[in-house]
């Protein structure tokens, strides 16, 4: 499976965006997929992931409330809708695959996942 990350771009604060993940080579079927964003010199930092069967979505507290996940079973894609952008949502964003089929509670540990997209830049201006 090849994810492949899109729909970054510069905005001011208080904008949205939103993010797709596409999934390409085979359906999608293991047991969530996620985002995570990283800026320079920074761990990456999770943001939300996606129980893939129920559709159950876990968020960061930095974005609960104005970030929301979700996806597209039929298109393979994964979304990820930003609304009241702030400047300390400035990174690079990545979108991630867990292949197991089994759900781990260790959704926010980027060691679950197995797959990586190549990550899309997010700018937020004051």
């Known amino acids: 499976v090849q994810l492949q990350a899109s729909g970054g771009g510069l905005v001011q604060a208080g904008d949205s965006l939103r993010l797709s993940c596409a999934a390409s080579?085979?359906?999608?079927?293991?047991?969530?997929m996620g985002w995570f964003r990283q800026t320079p010199g920074k761990e990456r930092e999770f943001v939300a992931a996606?129980?893939?069967?129920?559709?159950?979505?876990y968020y960061s507290n930095s974005v609960k409330g104005r970030f929301a996940i979700s996806r597209d079973n039929a298109k393979n894609t994964m979304y990820l809708q930003m609304n009241s952008l702030k400047p300390e949502d400035t990174a690079v964003y990545y979108c991630a695959g867990d292949r197991n089929p089994y759900f781990s509670a260790r959704y926010s540990l980027g060691s679950t996942y197995d797959y990586w997209g190549q990550g899309t830049q997010v700018t937020v201006s004051s």
């Open positions: 996606l129980r893939w069967t129920s559709g159950t979505a």
């Open positions: 080579g085979r359906t999608f079927s293991g047991a969530s």
